[in-house]
């Protein structure tokens, strides 16, 4: 029986399944999107940083993907930019689709890796550039990638987005060991992914996640 999102104190295929259905829930509710404008602190569109997303949680099950992962590199598809500065993808959205196509991309990108963490075996290792990850761990950054991600839209469009606390803590506790544990959950998200700061601790201008897990990192 599949696992409920919020169920255990592992990150599981179930919280990026929901990551993935409140961004694209949320995306759905957004009346005339501008998806030109600037997502936030990035230098990329609405658009492309929902492609860019897309492509993340692509790569994440691909890497996870092989018989035999590999362990010092990525699975060799060709990243491409359709502009200067725009984001190195395998996966584009046809712009003539519209809102309705791009949502489409993001879901189904989102269910690729909410499947292959379901049907990993927790012994299984593949290569990210912040350490060798298993199944945990990348669904781990696929929810981070969602939620950091929508927050970026979300400026760029001008609507709220407060993801669950208890999905950001467990990704927090999974992947950013140096992050405070007595701040608010989401804020100390914002603030361990260079978003914001939070009391007593500046915004970050460099920062990293950890992919091992913790008994593996170097």
């Given amino acids: 029986m599949p696992e409920e999102h919020g169920s255990s104190d592992s990150v599981t295929a179930a919280d990026v399944e929901y990551a993935v259905r409140l961004a694209v829930t949320t995306l759905r509710g957004v009346e005339a999107p501008d998806w030109d404008a600037k997502a936030g602190s990035l230098e990329w569109s609405c658009w492309e940083t929902v492609e860019h997303l897309a492509d993340d949680l692509f790569s994440y099950a691909a890497q996870l993907g092989p018989e035999s992962p590999p362990l010092d590199t990525h699975v060799p598809f060709v990243w491409s930019r359709k502009k200067p500065g725009g984001p190195a993808n395998v996966v584009f959205a046809d712009r003539d689709a519209g809102t309705a196509g791009l949502l489409q991309v993001l879901e189904a990108s989102g269910a690729l890796l909410t499947a292959i963490v379901r049907t990993t075996p927790p012994t299984v290792r593949s290569h990210h550039v912040f350490g060798a990850a298993d199944a945990e761990g990348f669904a781990a950054m696929g929810v981070v990638e969602t939620l950091v991600h929508m927050h970026d839209i979300a400026e760029g469009l001008g609507f709220g987005w407060t993801p669950d606390a208890d999905v950001c803590h467990r990704v927090l506790t999974r992947l ?16 361990a992914t260079g978003r914001a700061e939070i009391p007593g601790r500046p915004r970050l201008t460099a920062w990293r996640w950890h992919g091992a897990p913790a008994g593996e990192r170097r």
Avoid at 176 to 191: C, K, N
């Fill in 176 to 191: 950013f060991p140096y992050a405070p544990t007595d701040s608010d959950r989401w804020p100390t998200l914002l603030w």
